[in-house]
């Protein structure tokens, strides 16, 4: 069972469930869900109704009996996993783990130089890969790990899985279509990392106040 805090759900008046990621106030201006809590309806982006279809279902897996099907869903959702993207221009990064992935009390108490990575839940990274399978990203994607600088490329993301890394990078040259379908998945990917709350211990010197990574388009 996820050891995170966990989705907040609502019944409305009217009899349907909205759902909300814990802390909303802390969440960046720029890339705060339009509509939090958000409502299960056609008006979602479609990552926003995979988490939120996903979390429902997962209710069913934990509380039902147990079967082959749904045993080997609690699998895949356990499977340790790593996303991330990179805006190379700006020196910045935005990388989710899973909690199979990355234990986040332990990443969390850590002293780092930055805080670009955050721990999702196993259930919302599992919509995370299906909504990046779904948008596209694994079709243009190659084998390797993306760099982690370049003054080449403008963005990159990778996908690290149990079967392997796959990777997209773009810059001027990228085709346009192709560009379009990174930059749908990267903006996505970004959104839903400022909605996950971190308390992320942070070198900082005197009189330094850290910034929050923020994404240039």
Partial sequence: M?????????RNEDGSLSWTLPFPNLLSPMFRMQAC???????????????????????GLFSGCASTSSTAALKELSA????????????????????AHTDRVELYS?????ASTK?????????LLEFLKDSGFERQARSGSAPRTSKVWQWGGEIETESG????????????????????CYMNHV????????????KAGP?????KPEINR
């Fill in 80 to 99: 340790p996993a790593r996303v991330s993207f990179y805006d190379y221009r700006g020196e910045k990064s935005f990388v989710l783990v899973n909690e």
């Fill in 191 to 202: 959104q839903l990392w400022s909605n996950i709350f971190q308390l992320q211990r942070v």
């Fill in 119 to 127: 721990v999702a839940n196993n259930e919302v990274m599992s919509a």
């Fill in 2 to 10: 996820s050891r995170s805090a966990p989705i907040l759900w609502t």
């Fill in 165 to 184: 890394s796959v990777f997209v990078v773009v810059n001027e040259q990228t085709p346009t279509a192709e560009k379009k379908i990174f930059l749908d």
């Fill in 207 to 211: 009189g330094e106040v850290f910034k």
């Fill in 110 to 114: 850590k002293i780092s130089d930055q």
């Fill in 37 to 59: 809590p958000t409502t299960l309806s056609a008006r979602r982006s479609p990552l926003q109704r995979r988490i939120a279809c996903l979390a429902l279902a997962s209710i």
